[in-house]
């Protein structure tokens, strides 16, 4: 039998064969890809996440989701949430402020000026067609918040 690494993967080739069982896994799945296209693993993935759904009941999700947060918990603490939490509100905030950048570039590009209607809709009091103001907020534009539809409780 193949030794096994901690993350599961044969160390050891196959036998009679010049590829290890993780090489092997890895060419499969890039011949999947390939002839399916990587949809295809969103679909399966979906399948499967219905299936298990079915036979675990939804509530199956809520157990498994807190059984991996205590992990991750008694792993790095509780204040790594608050680390993670602040890194992702960093990274929005580069985002926005990357977006408005490309956004007054791309005016300045099709001739906009401060002094009245432009042909991307700036006006000179920052409001624009969109919703966007001169302060990079926005009630219903490009940067604004995309709000989900409700989702229906798994039952």
Do not use: C, W
């Amino acid at each position: 039998m193949a030794d096994q690494s901690s993350n599961g993967s044969s160390k050891e080739k196959v036998p009679g064969g010049e590829m290890s069982v993780r090489e092997a896994g890895k060419k499969g799945g890039d011949t999947v890809r390939e002839r399916y296209g990587s949809g295809f693993y969103e679909t399966i993935g979906r399948k499967g996440g219905e299936a298990t759904r079915e036979r675990h009941g939804a509530e199956f999700y809520e157990t498994i989701g807190q059984k991996g947060g205590r992990v991750v918990k008694d792993k790095y603490g509780s204040d790594f949430y608050e680390e993670i939490g602040h890194k992702g509100g960093q990274k929005v905030k580069q985002l926005i402020a990357e977006a408005k950048k490309n956004r007054e570039a791309e005016a300045s590009a099709n001739g906009a000026s401060t002094n009245g209607s432009t042909s991307n809709g700036a006006t000179s009091n920052g409001a624009t067609s969109n919703g966007a103001t001169s302060n990079g907020s926005t009630s219903n534009g490009p940067l604004s918040k995309k709000t989900e539809p409700a989702r229906k409780k798994i039952t």
